[in-house]
């Protein structure tokens, strides 16, 4: 049975009155069992009732956290190729209705150039995005990308447009990490507005990338939702539905979960629903009780200070030194920006961040090369 069947089950407005009718013994059954929980037993813990326990879960959650992964935290970076994109989504930098700034899609030779001035910071792991523009950005340039990529990363993960499975099979093929695919929501109605035009606009074949992925075999899988966009704890149920979906099916693949809100970006009025900082540590503690062996993602969306925190609470890989332009790196291009990132410090400082708070910095991982 795919996703989509089990997904059908589920209304939203019904789960979201009952997350919000979460009681405390609910939550207190779900902290008994922090580890492994199914999606009915992490409903309560994104309830308004979990709040009150939030010191508990944070305790649970790093004692989880350091148990599974020890004080580590995973670096890596995004290398933006390309800008250009045929969609309209109303919070995008790169949406198609930008049209008076500058759109490019780097060649094979840029990207060595990016790769070169990256791999001078330290990383090993990149992840590539682009915009969605099927002329440009197809499984052949994304072959060219990776060859190039692969000569100075052991790790190269993608986060483009939902493939078939037959490209993704192409791209594993070619050294290929991880896919990055975001939900955006889980409401469909709300899906709807948010996505005006383009491919982006079919839900389900959206809905169905992580199992195409996983069928071809892809190594690790990255899901989440844009925080900002709907209530947060209604999506959160979902993904973990979506997860524990995956986990049971597809039990050798690899997740992670990120927790990106919304940013200011060109032509985006703001996101329609606030999460603070409060909900974004019940929600990242949350998912470390729902499952002690997800990697989980934080960008430099958020600000240093906080990401500084964050990564004590459950947190187990950042980025570092993120640009969010094609060419920012090396060829400096002054193209089109997704949005405007955060924490703005370099590689280095981030890493000594990390070490100041009594956690490794980890620039290699080693177990992907054992396997
Ligand atoms: S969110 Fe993705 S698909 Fe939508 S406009 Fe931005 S780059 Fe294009």
Not at 60 to 87: A, D, V
Not at 194 to 216: C, D, S, V
Not at 237 to 264: E, G, N
Request: glycine fraction near 4%.
């Amino acid at each position: 049975m795919p996703f989509k069947d089990i997904f059908a089950d589920y209304d939203w407005d019904i789960v979201k009155e009952r997350i919000y009718s979460a009681r405390s013994i609910d939550v207190e059954r779900a902290l008994a069992k922090a580890g492994y929980l199914t999606p009915e037993e992490f409903l309560p813990l994104l309830s308004p009732a979990a709040e009150a326990y939030l010191p508990q879960m944070i305790e649970l959650s790093r004692e989880l956290t350091f148990k599974r992964f020890g004080k580590t935290i995973h670096l890596y970076i995004p290398l933006y190729l390309s800008n250009k994109c045929n969609n309209v989504c109303t919070y995008c930098g790169f949406s198609f209705t930008n049209k008076n700034l500058k759109r490019i899609t780097l060649t094979p030779e840029q990207i060595e150039l990016e790769a070169k001035a990256i791999k001078r910071y330290g990383f090993d792991h990149v992840v590539i995005v682009t915009g969605e523009d099927a002329r440009d950005i197809n499984v052949e340039y994304l072959t060219a990308a990776l060859r190039v990529l692969k000569k100075y990363f052991s790790q190269v993960s993608v986060e483009v447009q939902p493939l078939k499975m037959e490209d993704y099979a192409i791209l594993r093929n070619e050294g290929m990490h991880a896919v990055i695919v975001y939900q955006e929501t889980y409401n469909q109605k709300s899906y709807a507005e948010y996505h005006l035009k383009g491919r982006k606009r079919n839900f389900f074949w959206r809905l169905e990338t992580p199992e195409r992925a996983a069928q071809a075999g892809v190594r690790k899988i990255g899901m989440g939702v844009l925080l900002g966009l709907e209530d947060w704890r209604t999506d959160a149920f979902f993904l973990a539905l979506h997860l524990d979906y995956m986990r049971r099916h597809y039990w050798q693949t690899m997740y992670s979960v990120s927790f990106p809100r919304l940013r200011p970006a060109e032509g985006f009025a703001g996101p329609k629903v606030e999460v603070n900082n409060k909900a974004l540590v019940q929600l990242i503690t949350a998912f470390r009780l729902f499952d002690a062996d997800l990697d989980l993602v934080l960008s430099t969306r958020e600000p240093a200070k906080l990401r500084d925190l964050l990564m004590t609470v459950g947190i187990t890989t950042m980025s570092a030194g993120s640009r969010t332009e094609p060419g920012a790196y090396a060829i400096h291009s002054h193209a089109l920006k997704q949005f405007e990132i955060s924490d703005t410090r370099s590689p280095q400082q981030v890493a000594q961040a990390i070490k100041q708070a009594g956690f490794t910095p980890v620039w290699k991982d080693w177990e992907a090369e054992l396997v």
